[in-house]
């Protein structure tokens, strides 16, 4: 499983790109077709990302420290907008080069080339997406998971490519090129607005999913607790992070509250076992709410 990694994954990913990116620039060259030219550059950008990725997942991986007493994790989400951010901006040009290329009578060359570069990305990167994704869904990582829904378009639009510089070769319609090239531009900006969002989601402390908070809840609700108030939850990477205050009757001991607290967790980190859990419970007496503008929450079962 240690091939597995995100690590490995980035670099793998970096190696395959400055492979691809070798081949399309020249045959971009060659051939003079906008498309092949705007995948080398996305194959360009992909060595970057993938590199910085790298970088950032060694660094998300150190240990905590005084200054930093909750870790590195969010350094990876912000790798994840930036690289989303960049995805737009090549997506910008794409679009620009292919508007400018309309009015142009431009032919292309070396089409026969073209095709058969564009046939061998299609598989080199379809093993890659493959690969990602098994690495993704064994780490949960979200860069990974960016990575792979940038590689899986780079997939798509390789195959529009392909299909694009088919038609030229058989009909001469050369107007497909910059066309095509468009319509990659606006499929490239649509994933990275989704990579942007997910990473920018996970920087302001996005809470768990509805269905996760109601498995919570039924924990709660069926505990020895009288009720509870102010469940508040995160999750940043691997590390989820659930903070609640737990209302308790006044005749209750300190060392049996404080049992049935250690039971809610474990509980509750039995509902996805794969992540890290930090659970933080307030004891509080009902008597506090006796004399007091605030109210709780009463369990269903009491």
């Given at each position: 499983m240690k091939f597995f990694t995100p690590s490995k994954a980035t670099m793998i990913a970096t190696l395959t790109s400055t492979f691809l990116v070798i081949v399309k620039f020249g045959v971009a060259v060659s051939s003079g077709s906008i498309v092949v030219l705007a995948s080398a550059i996305d194959s360009l950008l992909d060595i970057c990302m993938s590199a910085f990725n790298y970088f950032a997942l060694k660094e998300a991986e150190k240990p905590a420290n005084k200054n930093f007493n909750y870790g590195f994790t969010k350094i990876q989400y912000i790798a994840t907008t930036i690289e989303g951010v960049v995805i737009l901006g090549s997506a910008g040009y794409i679009f620009y080069e292919s508007v400018s290329r309309l009015n142009s009578e431009i032919s292309l060359n070396d089409t026969g080339v073209a095709i058969w570069v564009m046939v061998l990305s299609i598989i080199v990167v379809g093993c890659l997406v493959l690969f990602l994704n098994k690495v993704a869904k064994i780490s949960g990582n979200e860069v990974i998971?960016?990575?792979?829904?940038?590689?899986?378009?780079?997939?798509?639009?390789?195959?529009?490519?392909?299909?694009?510089?088919?038609?030229?070769?058989?009909?001469?319609?050369?107007?497909?090129?910059?066309?095509?090239?468009?319509?990659?531009?606006?499929?490239?900006?649509?994933?990275?607005?989704?990579?942007?969002?997910?990473?920018?989601?996970?920087?302001?402390?996005?809470?768990?999913?509805?269905?996760?908070?109601?498995?919570?809840?039924?924990?709660?609700?069926?505990?020895?607790?009288?009720?509870?108030?102010?469940?508040?939850?995160?999750?940043?990477?691997?590390?989820?992070?659930?903070?609640?205050?737990?209302?308790?009757?006044?005749?209750?001991?300190?060392?049996?509250a404080h049992g049935i607290s250690d039971d809610i967790e474990r509980r509750i980190e039995k509902i996805d076992s794969s992540k890290k859990w930090e659970i933080i419970i307030h004891l509080e007496p009902a008597e506090y709410f006796e004399n007091s503008n605030f109210s709780f929450i009463k369990r269903k079962s009491f």
């Open positions: 998971q960016a990575d792979a829904l940038h590689y899986k378009s780079d997939l798509f639009s390789n195959g529009a490519i392909l299909v694009s510089l088919v038609v030229i070769e058989l009909s001469g319609f050369y107007l497909i090129d910059p066309i095509l090239g468009m319509l990659i531009a606006a499929y490239i900006a649509y994933g990275a607005f989704k990579i942007i969002k997910s990473g920018v989601f996970m920087l302001l402390d996005r809470a768990l999913d509805e269905k996760t908070q109601n498995h919570i809840l039924d924990i709660l609700d069926t505990s020895s607790i009288l009720g509870y108030y102010n469940l508040k939850t995160r999750i940043v990477g691997e590390r989820v992070f659930v903070v609640f205050y737990a209302v308790f009757d006044k005749q209750i001991t300190l060392l049996l």
